[in-house]
């Protein structure tokens, strides 16, 4: 395509440079989206009054259009225990080494140390339970 419309304009099919030069881009022989929308203007100016038509645009890939980028992340301004991307993998990856962990053991030291929580619970739940009927007691004798 963009040999013929070199072509067209009155320069030679392998000679980018020149028409580079001539409509005043970078000039380094490559047929890139600036230069083909150079043409292509070029082209249409060729024929009078074909460029007022409605149907003939510039080539939109040439329009520049300023985006706006943030630089960080949004969560990033959060504290570190709010954001996403810290608590997240955090838990997924202590949750996982703790299933694996567990995984690990034999089923018999689990046992061995399920139960040993379930002792020390029942303990912290009876001793609790009797501090409560002591300051009950208390209360009861100072009324």
Same mark, same amino acid.
């Given at each position: 395509?963009?040999?013929i419309s070199l072509v067209l304009l009155g320069h030679r099919a392998d000679n980018v440079l020149q028409f580079q030069a001539g409509q005043r881009l970078q000039v380094d022989g490559d047929v890139g989206?600036?230069?083909r929308a150079a043409m292509h203007?070029?082209?249409v100016a060729l024929t009078p009054g074909e460029? #007022?038509?409605p149907e003939v645009n510039v080539a939109p890939v040439t329009?520049?259009?300023l985006v706006p980028v943030s630089v960080t992340p949004p969560s990033l301004d959060a504290p570190w225990w709010k954001s996403n991307e810290a608590i997240t993998p955090s838990v997924i990856g202590g949750g996982a080494s703790l299933l694996t962990a567990i995984g690990g053991i034999p089923w018999q030291n689990l046992l061995l140390i399920l139960v040993a929580f379930g002792g020390? #619970?029942?303990f912290l739940y009876w001793r609790k339970n009797?501090?409560?009927k002591a300051v009950?007691?208390?209360v009861e004798g100072m009324a």
């Open positions: 395509m963009g040999r989206p600036k230069t203007t070029a082209l460029a #007022a038509r329009e520049e259009k020390m #619970a029942g009797a501090d409560r009950a007691k208390q």
